[in-house]
């Protein structure tokens, strides 16, 4: 009978069985070496290059329950952190199988529920002391012995002597394109930003981490041993002393916000910190994993935002200033970060542009459609009136042409030259603008639209209609995007278009490859390191990285799996239905336990795996078992692995993300994201395996019910 009782467990678990298999197909997208996959379309026979967990399931005919219910942890942690979905799809599969090996040894979901949940939180609260605060980053990077030299090559090296020294000017790298520059402090003009900034920062990509740290030097100034306002104290170059902080100040004299998806810190005097600008640049890269071409851009945006900060005297990482564009044809050496706008037109609309040049436009913002259909969310249609016909050709009808005649007419009224859209734009409409050297784009997101109005001073409109002369804006220029060696691109049927404004501080990443199935990998990546860094800046913390967090939690549940069996919590234990006693709680947990750390174990395996630091799961195992001793006997598991993450040994092969540079960058994680990415995981097993074990397929029910099992099943 118990053999029998055995099989039929494995039967009717079949949501777990179809979580590990569907969890099975994103193991190679587990830690920063991932293996790429091609998606086939069969019905297009199109091809797409994936490299994320989000791209994977979404590619995936998910028909089944359980994977749908995998499909919405996935886009629920992508909606809120853009970062962990990878991790969080390993996790699922691996814990999957781990209950699946519980329900083989005969224990009772209850028990499996309840100690898997307390083993969870148990480790939440341990790896704690794993976490790092952004202020403890930046005083560690501060040091000249701490700075990699990952950031010091070429013209781009600077000492450390210089870089504390408030004598300095603004130094920046010589590129590829552009001659070298010092700006004083005080030429803070935003007319300067826009058309020197190509030139200085934004350069093509050139040697990994060449971003040059802010060195201010104020005209006439003597030299002091203090930074106004910046914190820090010079006494020598390997021991500079920090004061405080902008993230954590006991002065009072600054504070921490993050409002509307942005970060910002204000500082307590008239110039950024410099060091705490390198530092921030540091942590981009450490956060990375690996990631150069989206570190290199995210480094030019913090350079560039505190360059900005310079004048408004606050520093802000404000990631909803940052958009993307995407162009096919250019090698990847030409992605760069350029202020303003950057978005794609048709050739049509590119020669209306170049009537524009060296001009200042009116513009003007719609936040909806501009077709004749739209009618604005709850619009309430009038009573008594019959619906001939919902959507009317616009060429069938003289109704069309006058609706066409009258919102022209509107535009060239206020001398309206530029009209950016949220939505849609009627064809027809836009064939008129453009014979009237008026510029229409659609498809602008509301927050582009909230950075043009808060510059020119437009404001959004839902109909033509409503305009008025107040709600035109103006200072708006526009121009054919040029590449980083000057020349302006045409790329057949698309051409790439910069929308500036002076003093508009929206940034947009122009994202360059000529492999067309590579163009959403790249976006991606991107997304993926921005929103990797305004969730540390958000956390205020970060935790460390290379798999100490996860060797951590194994260590911890297996010497929770080894004490004495007593009931952790009294409620888990009241909990059980009556078949089941106290005892048996206790009676399973090291079971239990030892399954929830096998999820750990096989993570750090194929992580060493697929970073080629084992080349077996094996010898993976191996290996984390060797520390996991070591653990053991140094009698703080947690101080052992902080000494061997500061050693840069933990874990460690003979490759990583930053092999190829030679240098020991330290490698975080972010704490929100990761604990979160654990929770989903764990609790999309668990409902999965309660879901399952009210649903009975096979046996009959008389055998059910007479057996010690019968109180688990419910009967419909």
């Known amino acids: 009978l118990p053999m029998a009782f055995r ?6 678990h079949i949501g777990l069985q179809q979580l590990s298999s569907l969890a099975l197909a994103g193991r190679t997208l587990l830690g920063p070496m991932k ?12 091809s797409t290059l994936i490299c994320s967990a989000v791209r994977l399931i979404e590619s995936l005919d998910l028909t089944s329950a359980a994977g749908q219910l995998l499909n919405e942890t996935i886009q629920a942690q992508n909606k809120e952190f853009k970062t962990g979905m990878s991790t969080l799809l390993f996790l699922i599969g691996a814990w999957s199988n781990a209950v699946l090996e519980c329900l083989q040894q005969n224990v009772p979901v209850s028990a499996i529920v309840s100690v ?3 083993g969870l939180n148990s480790c939440c609260e341990k790896v704690q002391c794993l976490q790092i605060s952004i202020h403890d980053v930046n005083k560690e990077v501060c040091s000249c012995s701490a700075r990699p030299n990952a950031f010091k090559s070429g013209t ?14 603004l130094y920046v790298p010589k590129d590829i394109s552009a001659p070298e520059e010092v700006i004083p402090r005080n030429s803070c003009s935003y007319q300067d930003d826009y058309s020197n900034f190509n030139k200085r920062l934004l350069s093509p990509l050139v040697g990994f981490g060449e971003i040059a740290s802010l060195v201010i030097k104020p005209a006439g100034e003597k030299s002091t041993p203090t930074i106004s306002g910046s914190g820090i104290i010079k006494t020598s170059c390997n021991k500079p002393k920090l004061t405080h902080s902008r993230y954590f100040s006991t002065l009072g004299k ?7 998806g942005s970060f910002q810190g204000y500082l307590s005097g008239s110039s950024a910190d410099p060091c705490e600008c390198y530092g921030l640049k540091h942590l981009a890269m450490a956060l990375s994993h690996g990631n150069q071409t989206s570190v290199k851009l995210l480094q030019s945006i913090v350079a560039y935002q505190q360059e900005i900060a310079e004048c408004s005297s606050s520093f802000q990482f404000n990631i909803a200033e ?21 978005t794609l037109v048709s050739p049509e609309q590119a020669t209306v542009i170049k009537c524009f040049e060296d001009k200042l436009l009116r513009i003007l913002l719609m936040d909806g459609d501009l077709t004749e259909q739209y009618r604005h969310l709850g619009f309430n249609r009038p009573r008594n009136v019959r619906t001939i016909m919902e959507h009317p050709s616009l060429l069938e009808g003289r109704a069309g042409d006058l609706w066409l005649s009258s919102m022209l007419d509107i535009l060239i009224s206020f001398e309206v030259n530029l009209v950016l859209v949220k939505g849609n734009v009627c064809e027809n409409l836009m064939e008129r603008c ?11 997101t509301r927050d582009v639209l909230f950075a043009f109005g808060e510059v020119t001073g ?25 590449a980083c060696d000057g020349r302006a691109m045409d790329l057949g049927e698309l051409v790439p278009v910069s929308i500036k404004v002076q003093g508009m501080p929206l940034l947009t990443a122009v994202l360059t490859t000529t492999v067309a199935s590579k163009m959403q990998l790249i976006e991606d990546q991107f997304w993926n390191s921005a929103y990797r860094l305004h969730h540390a800046l958000s956390d205020k913390k970060v935790f460390l990285g290379g798999g100490a967090v996860e060797l951590l939690c194994l260590s911890h549940i297996q010497t929770l799996a080894e004490k004495p069996l007593q009931p952790a919590n009294k409620n888990a234990v009241e909990e059980f239905h009556n078949p089941w006693p106290t005892a048996s709680a206790t009676e399973y947990k090291s079971v239990v336990l030892q399954a929830l750390a096998s999820g750990w174990k096989r993570y750090l395996s194929v992580v060493m795996c697929n970073t080629a630091k084992a080349a077996s799961e094996w010898e993976a195992c191996t290996s984390v078992d060797h520390h996991l001793k070591k653990a053991a006997e140094c009698g703080s598991p947690s101080a052992y692995i902080l000494k061997e993450f500061r050693k840069g040994d933990l874990l460690r092969g003979g490759s990583g993300p930053f092999a190829d540079h030679g240098e020991d960058v330290k490698v975080y994680d972010n704490v929100a994201a990761k604990t979160e990415a654990w929770r989903r995981a764990l609790d999309l097993v668990l409902l999965v395996l309660q879901t399952d074990a009210e649903i009975i397929t096979g046996p009959q029910r008389n055998q059910l019910l007479n057996s010690q099992v019968s109180s688990e099943f419910m009967f419909l």
């Not at 099989?7 to 009717?12: K, L, V, Y």
């Not at 293996?35 to 199109?46: A, G, L, P, R, Y």
């Not at 940052?322 to 950057?342: A, D, M, N, Q, R």
């Open 7 to 12: 099989e039929m467990s494995a039967r009717r």
């Open 35 to 46: 293996s790429c996959k091609f998606i086939v379309d069969e019905s297009t026979n199109q």
């Open 116 to 118: 898997m949940s307390e």
């Open 156 to 169: 781009s090296q600077i000492e450390c002597d210089s870089l504390l020294n408030p004598q300095s000017f």
């Open 254 to 260: 600054s504070h921490f916000s993050s409002q509307q």
């Open 322 to 342: 940052i958009v993307t564009c995407c162009l096919l044809g250019l090698p990847e050496s030409y992605s760069s970060v350029s202020p303003g706008f950057v």
């Open 434 to 444: 453009i014979a009237n050297s008026i510029l229409v784009i659609g498809s602008v």
């Open 458 to 482: 437009a404001q959004s409109v839902t109909y033509l209609t409503q305009l008025n002369a107040s709600c035109v804006g103006s200072g708006a220029q526009v121009g054919l995007w040029k």
